[in-house]
């Protein structure tokens, strides 16, 4: 399945966590949970895909970044990957930050 339709349909399922550093970006640019997830799922691809150098995880990780829109015109840069929470995938964001358009 593409990346980028299974992190929408987790968006839309309400799968998705932040981490408290994407939080604190989100307060300091005074976005909502719900920008972050409108941005996504206008999003018309996956800018970039990089795998975690972390040398504790048994297998690799893929961090998806993703660049979108909401419907008021923000543009929104998100970090996150797909990662299991309680036996089931999530979407797990680590970044998130807006950026004017200008």
Not at 1 to 10: E, F, G, V
Not at 56 to 85: D, M, Q, V
């Amino acid at each position: 399945m593409d990346t980028l339709i299974r992190i929408k349909q987790l968006v839309l399922a309400g799968k998705t966590l932040f981490t408290s550093k994407a939080q604190i970006e989100m307060e300091r640019d005074a976005l909502r949970e719900e920008d972050v997830r409108e941005a996504i799922i206008n999003a018309p691809s996956i800018s970039k895909t990089i795998r975690s150098r972390k040398k504790s995880a048994k297998k690799p990780e893929y961090l998806h970044i993703i660049h979108g829109l909401t419907y008021s015109g923000l543009y929104i840069y998100t970090k996150g990957k797909i990662s299991h929470h309680k036996g089931e995938d999530y979407l797990y964001v680590i970044i998130s930050s807006k950026r004017d358009i200008g």
